[in-house]
């Protein structure tokens, strides 16, 4: 796995996660953090949403 440390640097995010999925092991960890990944990003994006929606309602409102 470790054949060099700048190669692997550039490597792993591209390959890396075929490579899980090949493997079959990390198969369980990827999903996971896909999904704690996923989960996330619409957190923040509903987070982004309503802090917008209530900063115009704010502006409207005055």
Do not use: D, Q
């Amino acid at each position: 796995m470790h054949t060099g440390r700048t190669c692997s640097k550039y490597w792993i995010p591209h390959f890396g996660a075929i490579w899980m999925l090949r493997r079959g092991i990390h198969n369980r960890m990827l999903h996971y953090s896909l999904l704690v990944l996923g989960a996330w990003s619409w957190s923040v994006l509903l987070i982004f949403y309503f802090f917008f929606f209530s900063k115009e309602s704010i502006l409207y409102s005055m």
